[in-house]
Nanobody, 117 residues
Framework: QVQLVESGGGLVQPGGSLTLSCAVSGINSSLYTMAWWRQAPGKQREKVAV???????DYEESVKGRFTISRDNAKNTLYLQMNNMKPEDTAVYYC???????????WGQGTQVTVSA
C-alpha cells in the first residue's frame, strides 16, 4: 500500500524557517514526480513546489527564492525547506505523489503550518 506521511509543521514567526518532511512507503518516490501543495481556509488547494524524477523543480511564484523542494532517495523522503516565512504562508501543507491505477492521486494527511508573531 502507498502511504505519504507529512511531519514538521508548527508555529513559526514571520521571517523564520521551517522544514517539512514527507515519508513515502509503497513506492520509490525517486521514480515519480512529487509535489507539495497547501490549502488555507476558504481557499482552493494550490501547488507550491514540484520535483520531477529527473530532479527538475518548479515553484509557485510567491515562494520562489524562499522555498526549496528536495528528496533523500535513501530515506524515500521528500522535503520542503521554507525560509523567510510570511503570514500568507499559513496553511495545511500536503505531500502529493503519483496517481494510482484508478486515476486518484496519492495524498498525505497534511500538516499545519502557522506563521504568526
Amino acid at each position: 500500500q502507498v502511504q505519504l506521511v507529512e511531519s514538521g509543521g508548527g508555529l513559526v514567526q514571520p521571517g523564520g524557517s521551517l522544514t517539512l518532511s514527507c515519508a513515502v512507503s509503497g513506492i520509490n518516490s525517486s521514480l515519480y514526480t512529487m509535489a507539495w501543495w497547501r490549502q488555507a481556509p476558504g481557499k482552493q488547494r494550490e501547488k507550491v513546489a514540484v520535483l520531477t524524477n529527473t530532479d527538475t523543480t518548479d515553484y509557485e511564484e510567491s515562494v520562489k527564492g524562499r522555498f526549496t523542494i528536495s528528496r533523500d532517495n535513501a530515506k524515500n523522503t521528500l522535503y520542503l525547506q521554507m525560509n523567510n516565512m510570511k503570514p500568507e504562508d499559513t496553511a495545511v501543507y500536503y505531500c502529493k505523489g503519483p496517481s494510482s491505477g484508478s486515476g486518484v492521486p496519492y495524498w498525505g494527511q497534511g500538516t499545519q503550518v502557522t506563521v504568526s508573531a
